[in-house]
């Protein structure tokens, strides 16, 4: 998504942008040069509160979120951007058990629930999966 003003040079597609929330620095900053080297924009925040103020500012075509983290967590900040904004695409991460929270992650309105660590393959997977499909 282009911001508002910015022109592309012709034949130039917008860059497909990713929300990427998580209270580790280190997993974040991972998981966004993946994402950022294969030519997604890459937001980041980390918790749930900041990252409610992110999709506001940029609405980004995904989301990847943390369940765990401190002020607003994962499945709080899942619940708020669903009734905020119909149609957010959100897939939580987890570190935990997938299985303990996946029919309450479902339930709020995610549209996966991923385990941690995860390999390049299947970020790109899950993103592929939140933008409907479309590359960069």
Do not use: C, H, W
């Not at 506001?56 to 009734?83: C, F, H, K, N, W």
């Not at 897939?91 to 941690?116: C, F, I, P, Y």
């Amino acid at each position: 998504m282009a911001p508002i003003g910015v022109l592309l040079p012709p034949g130039r597609q917008a860059l497909t942008t990713i929300l990427l929330v998580d209270d580790s620095a280190v997993v974040r900053n991972s998981l966004a040069q993946m994402l950022s080297n294969r030519g997604y924009d890459v937001v980041e925040a980390p918790d749930g509160l900041e990252a409610l103020e992110q999709y506001a500012l940029r609405r980004p075509e995904g989301v990847l979120m943390d369940l765990y983290m401190p002020r607003m967590d994962g499945m709080a900040a899942l619940r708020e951007l669903v009734r905020r904004f119909p149609g957010a695409r959100v897939a939580l991460m987890t570190a935990g058990d997938v299985r303990s929270v996946m029919a309450e992650a479902r339930a709020a309105g995610a549209v996966a629930v991923l385990a941690k660590p995860l390999s390049a393959e299947q970020l790109l997977a899950a993103v592929r999966n939140l933008t409907g499909g479309s590359p960069p």
